[in-house]
Structure formats: C-alpha cells, structure tokens
T-cell receptor, first 114, second 115 residues
Framework: GAVVSQHPSWVICKSGTSVKIECRSL??????MFWYRQFPKQSLMLMATSNEGSKATYEQGVEKDKFLINHASLTLSTLTVTSAHPEDSSFYIC??????????FGSGTRLTVV | GENVEQHPSTLSVQEGDSAVIKCTYS??????FPWYKQELGKRPQLIIDIRSNVGEKKDQRIAVTLNKTAKHFSLHITETQPEDSAVYFCAASMGLTGGGNKLTFGTGTQLKVEL
C-alpha cells in the first residue's frame, strides 16, 4: 500500500516554456504532499508543502509564482515549473506522510531545460 | 526550522568492514528519524528508521542509534558488501505528531565499498 505515482519520469523542454509534474496517491488520500528538488550530488531540499483545498506553503527562497502547486483533490498534486530556464534543471520528487511517522516517495522527475 | 547535519560526506571502506554515518539535528521536537539509501536517479529507499521513544534499533546488518539528549543519531552497517555502495541520507521530522510535518534531509554520504 501507500503508493505514489509520479509523472513524467523525465522531460526535456525549451527555455521559457512551462512543465507540469503530477503526483497521484493511488490507494490512499493525501491531504498533504511535499515537493522536493535535488540537484546533482546534493541533498533533497524541500520546496513546498502542498495542502488539499488550500494554498501551498513555500520554503524560504522558493518563488511561488515560478513553481505553481495545485492540490485540488485528495489524490492529486501538481507542480508546474513556469518559464523554465536551464538553472531549473533538476530532479523533482514528491512525498507523502503515511502515518506512524513514515513517508512514501514518488519515483521522481528528471527535468532538463535546454 | 529543523537543520540536519551529516558526516562524513564520503566514506570508503573495505568489503566486510563496518561503516558508520553520523547525523545531528537541531529541533528537539523532532521524533522520527529515518535513513534512506538512494541510487542515482531513483527515489530514496527507506532502510531503517527510529522513533524518539527508542534508543537503538537493529535489522540484520543495519542498526541505528539515537541520543535525544545530544540530538544525534547514527547509522551502522556491518559486514559491508559492494551492493551497499550508494548515497545515504539521514532525515528528521515531527512525523509522529501528524502527517503535515515535513521531512528534513541531511547532506548525504557517498559510501563506497571496495573489494
């Protein structure tokens, strides 16, 4: 149980375009999802906390107008990278708390902006 | 907010030796401490975790210890094998107090097990 499906697994886009990443909880309801970004050889850094039916909470230094998060249902959260630039190229991964302190992760999305 | 420090950043051991990775955290309210193994381009895989009401936990070759007073916890891998080579992350959260609590990761340790 507690599976999170993330799509796409990889995407290449042109500079200036927008990219949407989806995370879907398959067998449970997720009122909260966490979005992380991981640059090569670095740790996972929390970008924002996605809350179902309300605005996301962004970490300091993360531009909320650039990284749009929508959590319209209890099973789906999306992250849209708007006007992507090469420096946005990274590994994006979502996560959900699954009780007893545990967390489950999506499979991640490798974004390359050219 | 929570801050998790992890050492060493790289660790090279001979096959069969033990490996120890250490982490410290800043928020005394944190109550859940998982350890993850991450292969390149993959999601983190939970290898062991410990909750704040326990001082030590062991699962075959892997053990974790927690010192709440000093706010540090450690991962111990015994009888290391080449397939243990990967990046390991520690993390901390207040996850036991609710699902809305974020997970803060350490900086990671690249473990290399040499033949």
């Amino acid at each position: 149980g507690a599976v999170v499906s993330q799509h796409p697994s990889w995407v290449i886009c042109k500079s200036g375009t927008s990219v949407k990443i989806e995370c879907r909880s398959l067998d449970f309801q997720a009122t909260t999802m966490f979005w992380y970004r991981q640059f090569p050889k670095q740790s996972l850094m929390l970008m924002a906390t996605s809350n179902e039916g309300s605005k996301a909470t962004y970490e300091q230094g993360v531009e909320k107008d650039k990284f749009l998060i929508n959590h319209a249902s209890l099973t789906l959260s999306t992250l849209t990278v708007t006007s992507a630039h090469p420096e946005d190229s990274s590994f994006y991964i979502c996560s959900v708390a699954v009780g007893q302190g545990g967390y489950t992760f999506g499979s991640g999305t490798r974004l390359t902006v050219v | 907010g929570e801050n998790v420090e992890q050492h060493p950043s790289t660790l090279s051991v001979q096959e069969g030796d033990s490996a120890v990775i250490k982490c410290t955290y800043s928020d005394s309210a944190s109550n859940y401490f998982p350890w993850y193994k991450q292969e390149l381009g993959k999601r983190p895989q939970l290898i062991i975790d410990i909750r704040s009401n326990v001082g030590e936990k062991k699962d075959q070759r892997i053990a974790v210890t927690l010192n709440k007073t000093a706010k540090h916890f450690s991962l111990h891998i015994t009888e290391t094998q080449p397939e243990d080579s990967a990046v390991y992350f520690c993390a901390a959260s207040m996850g036991l107090t609710g699902g809305g609590n974020k997970l803060t990761f350490g900086t990671g340790t690249q473990l290399k097990v040499e033949l």
